[in-house]
């Protein structure tokens, strides 16, 4: 039974970042798989074998499993041996997790479950997620024995599985990567790590379902902690005249010594989001994860202000910002900073014409489509056009533009890609 490999049909609900890779993952290594997500726009292309967003080598797994009919798409939740549950946790304003949509997806897979399956939320929760999981499930179907009431006689297994992928890496990641597999007794873990057997190169480490909803939490905000430590360094060494980039490269000659590269800002879905999961777990306690928390939160503002007072200084400027996504080289703008730089700086300055550039993002974000002073053009155009440049994001693209297209403007690089 350890070394069990699950070999059934299986649901993916939630077809994002994380949900189509390990859907696709499966489907290639001969899982009759079924996506479900509640976007027809989604469901609809991946039907065609099309990826929705861009990932190295997604696109062709995706092809590759939808034509060999391993891969299918579903609005309804279907009949399986076992349900992966990678729907979104966003926070609410006081920064508690919003687990509305892991609470739906667990009732609707409720409704098809028969003794034996198994249950696996990878979505990034805080601890007790899990268990209130299987609460969910059982409140739908009090005629099947749940592990948080009966333990290792339920008929459900019930099990926690955190993705731990980087963006533009997740097809390697996911296969290479070591995998904690959370469980509500030992025999639900062992029945889920059945899952990622299939696949998974690195080693399966089992424990209980709360130490692994904690572990990833921990994951995410000790690199925030990390990343403020950088972004706290770069506003003081901006107030003291001195370049940042310099100093770090410096300091970091120490052997025991690797400080981050600061930024305009903290992205993505998890690292600004997870820690403060643990600041609502334990809100007198976590007095180092909240500050991070702040000073990367308060980034964009910075950066926004610096650029605005800069831009006051000229009679009639026009400002390039170069890039919208949360990190270099990939399409995602979840929890972007440079999204929020850029409507910072819109917003204080209505009158002042704003390029922005990004070859990954084929339209403004919603949130900066009411700004009529922006508009988005391609890198050169922006350069050529601006007396004030603005990068926020290091893409390949971006720092491949001749410095030569820099002379007598003003250029403000959060990133140091032309340090």
Request: glycine fraction near 6%.
């Amino acid at each position: 039974m350890l070394n069990e490999v699950f070999g059934g049909r299986l649901a993916v609900i939630g077809m994002g970042y994380i949900g189509l890779p390990t859907a696709t993952v499966l489907a290639t290594r001969g899982i009759q798989v079924v996506g479900v997500d509640v976007n027809p726009r989604i469901v609809d292309a991946i039907s065609r074998g099309e990826a929705p967003f861009i990932e190295p080598d997604l696109q062709v797994a995706v092809s590759g499993a939808v034509a060999m009919g391993r891969l299918s798409m579903s609005r309804e939740m279907p009949e399986a041996d076992a349900y992966i549950i990678a729907v979104p946790t966003p926070f609410n304003p006081d920064h508690t997790a919003d687990l509305s949509y892991v609470q739906a997806a667990a009732e609707q897979v409720a409704a098809k479950l028969q003794p034996g399956n198994i249950v696996v939320l990878e979505s990034t929760s805080p601890p007790g997620t899990t268990e209130k999981v299987s609460q969910w499930i059982g409140a739908v179907r009090p005629d099947l024995k749940m592990p948080h009431v009966v333990g290792s006689n339920a008929d459900i297994f019930v099990a926690h599985c955190p993705e731990r992928v980087l963006p533009g890496r997740i097809m390697i990641e996911m296969i290479t990567n070591n995998r904690v597999v959370g469980g509500l007794t030992t025999a639900c873990a062992i029945k889920a790590a059945s899952i990622y057997r299939v696949f998974s190169q690195g080693e399966i480490l089992l424990t209980d379902a709360a130490s692994a909803e904690m572990a990833k939490l921990v994951e995410n905000a000790y690199r925030d902690v990390n990343i403020a430590f950088a972004n706290e360094l770069s506003l003081i060494t901006e107030s003291l005249r001195l370049d940042v980039w310099e100093v770090i490269k410096l300091a970091n000659q120490h052997p025991r010594v690797n400080v981050l590269s600061p930024g305009p800002g903290v992205g993505g879905h998890c690292i600004p989001v997870d820690p403060w999961f643990i600041v609502a777990a334990a809100p007198d306690l976590a007095k180092l994860i909240r500050t991070a928390r702040e000073v990367n939160d308060h980034k964009p503002h910075h950066v926004a202000e610096q650029v605005i007072n800069k831009a006051r200084r000229f009679r009639s400027p026009a400002i390039a910002c170069l890039g919208l996504t949360f990190k270099a080289n990939v399409d995602d703008i979840r929890e972007s900073p440079a999204v929020e730089v850029v409507g910072l700086i819109a917003g204080a300055l209505p009158e002042v014409e704003i390029m922005v550039a990004d070859p990954y993002v084929p339209e403004l974000p919603k949130e900066l489509q009411s700004n009529a002073n922006l508009r988005l053009v391609n890198a050169g155009e922006a350069v050529d056009a601006a007396d004030i440049i603005v990068l926020l994001v290091e893409h390949d693209a971006f720092k491949a533009l001749r410095h030569t297209r820099h002379n007598g403007k003003v250029v403000y690089d959060t990133r140091g890609a032309w340090a």
